[in-house]
């Protein structure tokens, strides 16, 4: 199976700053397939960012990802109070669909 | 409203049978897998297995084939998740998930997860 790992573990910005995350595939993932999620405390998963690069429904625009192959990025242009969260990255293009290890966003 | 609508917090026993649902509405239930997905206390997302309702085809993760039964009831837009013995160490809040995927004679593309449960949390201690 294919292994995520995401880096780094704990990243601590403040509002207003950009956000990069990374997620790194030990081969290479199939169509791009790779989403984004966030995870707030409390709360269920909620998908960002599929295909890479495609964000989902009502993401807001802040929220981007790029990247292929095995290497792929989330980044938040400017970030907002709510957007400190945990961010895994899923490949679903092979099976079974594997997750990364999450990146704690915090705020510094 | 597309959702997935997972039962109540549960506390039991060591050694006791649990089985959590989940139930879809919205969307036509058999187009779609089922996923669940656990998370242990503080740490992060784990892929438990998956069904498929059209046919009830199921897969496991390594780590959870024989500990746990992934099954759906077709007639009621429901999948479930059950224990025949349950450990302390299965205390975690379980999540399901759908997501799809497109088949030709040759290749399949998939979908990732699009909705998601609210979660379900099960407690195990003595």
């Known amino acids: 199976e294919i292994v995520l790992t995401q880096s780094p573990g704990t990243l601590s910005l403040s509002p207003g700053e950009r956000a990069t995350l990374s997620c790194r595939a030990s081969?290479?993932?199939?169509?791009?397939?790779l989403a984004w999620y966030q995870q707030k405390p409390g709360q269920a998963p909620r998908l960002l960012i599929f295909?890479?690069?495609s964000r989902a429904t009502g993401i807001p625009d802040r929220f981007s990802g790029s990247g292929s192959g095995t290497d792929f990025i989330l980044t938040i242009s400017r970030l907002e109070p709510e957007d400190f969260a945990v961010y895994y990255c899923?490949?679903?293009?092979?099976?079974?669909?594997?997750f990364g290890q999450g990146t704690n966003l915090e705020i510094k | 409203e597309v959702q997935l609508v997972q039962s109540g917090p549960e506390v039991k026993k060591p050694g006791e049978s649990l089985r959590i649902s989940c139930k879809g509405s919205?969307?036509?239930?058999?187009?779609?897998?089922i996923s669940w997905v656990r998370q242990m206390p503080g740490k992060g997302l784990e892929r438990m297995g998956r069904?498929?309702?059209?046919?009830?085809?199921?897969h496991y993760s390594p780590s959870f084939q024989g500990h746990v039964t992934i099954s759906v009831d077709r007639s009621i837009s429901t999948a479930y998740l059950q224990w025949s013995s349950l450990k302390a160490s299965d205390t975690a809040m379980y999540y399901c998930?759908?997501?799809?995927?497109?088949?030709?004679?040759?290749?399949?593309?998939?979908?990732?997860?699009?909705?998601w449960g609210q979660g379900t949390t099960v407690t195990v201690s003595s």
């Open positions: 998930a759908r997501w799809r995927a497109y088949c030709t004679s040759t290749t399949c593309h998939y979908d990732p997860f699009d909705i």
């Open positions: 919205g969307y036509s239930f058999t187009n779609y897998w």
């Open positions: 069904i498929e309702p059209s046919d009830s085809y199921t």
């Open positions: 081969e290479s993932v199939g169509s791009n397939s």
């Open positions: 295909g890479a690069s």
């Open positions: 899923q490949q679903y293009g092979s099976l079974p669909e594997t």
